[in-house]
Nanobody, 120 residues
Framework: QVQLVESGGGLVQPGGSLRLSCAAS????????MSWYRQAPGKQRELVAV???????NYPDSVKGRFTISRDNAKNTVYLQMNTLRPEDTAVYYC??????????????WGQGTQVTVSS
């Protein structure tokens, strides 16, 4: 079994910054793609950032230039640096990972979510 534990959410004023972390633990052979999603009340969950095992990143236009995803493979951890936050960034942020639990078996996992609130 693999667990993803997020941290770093909270309340921040518009224009401020937050850094989210997501640490994976458990029976991990290898971690492939890692992503951050978010879900605002009454809306569908949406992709915020994705990073491959090799470090290639991708972002939707809504956060491009403001958010940066990175990973530390030695720590099985992915980060999301969020700058110039806006009220519309308010949501629960979820970590998602594609994990090889053996050499031939891959599963996907979600974290429990961390609340980010952008408000004055």
């Amino acid at each position: 079994q693999v667990q993803l534990v997020e941290s770093g959410g909270g309340l921040v004023q518009p224009g401020g910054s937050l850094r989210l972390s997501c640490a994976a633990s458990g029976s991990i052979f290898s971690i492939y793609g890692m992503s951050w999603y978010r879900q605002a009340p009454g809306k569908q969950r949406e992709l915020v950032a994705v990073i491959s095992s090799g470090g290639t990143t991708n972002y939707p236009d809504s956060v491009k230039g403001r958010f940066t995803i990175s990973r530390d493979n030695a720590k099985n951890t992915v980060y999301l640096q969020m700058n110039t936050l806006r009220p519309e960034d308010t949501a629960v942020y979820y970590c998602y990972a594609v994990v090889g639990v053996t050499k031939v078996t891959t599963w996907t996992y979600w974290g429990q979510g961390t609340q980010v609130t952008v408000s004055s």
